[in-house]
């Protein structure tokens, strides 16, 4: 079984994915891939340099090409939760490989993911609701190309909504109804 996890910035989308970690599915990140990407280049990690690099590299080496980068050595057999989409077409690779998988949207309200931004503060994330809303205009897809950041068009793509808007303990249990829902 797939879980693509996708959602606005600052919304729980990697907590989420721990859930099913702790389930015994293992995480893969495309942001992780791009990351390593970066630093064999000896490029700063920020997520400015996140997005133009990764619009980059999809330009350059198709829109699916870091769902390519992860794909390679996975196991048919195990379970898996993807994390950091940014294109429709590196969800539509991973759709044409693999039998099932659930795309899953994380959502939460706008000041509680600026809220999360500023706990978690990485990668220069944006503090600020100005940068915060720049950064977000782009993640969207606004006024970007095809192969760029299309992350609305990623959420359009999703099975189910999860809506992250109290305790840990209550998105976990929105996530353990969606396990016991797939008998996982």
């Known amino acids: 079984m797939i879980i693509g996890v996708v959602g606005p910035i ?18 893969i990140s495309l942001g992780d891939a ?3 990407e970066l630093r064999d280049n000896g490029i700063e990690v920020t997520r400015k340099n996140l997005q133009d690099f990764g619009d980059k590299f999809r330009l350059e080496k198709g829109a699916d090409y870091l769902a390519k980068k992860v794909f390679i050595g996975l196991d048919e057999n195990k379970n898996y939760v993807f994390t950091s989409f940014r294109n429709p077409e590196e969800i539509r690779f991973l759709k044409e490989k693999f039998d099932e998988v659930l795309v899953l949207m994380v959502d939460a309200p706008f000041g509680f993911r600026l809220q999360n931004l500023r706990n978690r ?28 950041q299309q992350n609305a068009s990623c959420f359009e793509m999703a099975n189910r909504i999860i809506v992250n808007n109290g305790s840990l303990e209550e998105l976990k249990q929105k996530v353990n109804l969606i396990l016991k829902e797939l008998d996982l």
């Open 10 to 27: 600052g919304s729980g989308k990697d907590l989420v994915a721990s859930f099913f970690v702790e389930r015994g599915f293992e995480k």
């Open 34 to 36: 791009l990351r390593d």
């Open 121 to 148: 503060n990485r990668e220069k994330d944006p503090i600020s609701v100005e940068e915060f809303m720049d950064v977000e205009s782009r993640d969207f897809g606004v006024g970007q190309e095809k192969h760029a």
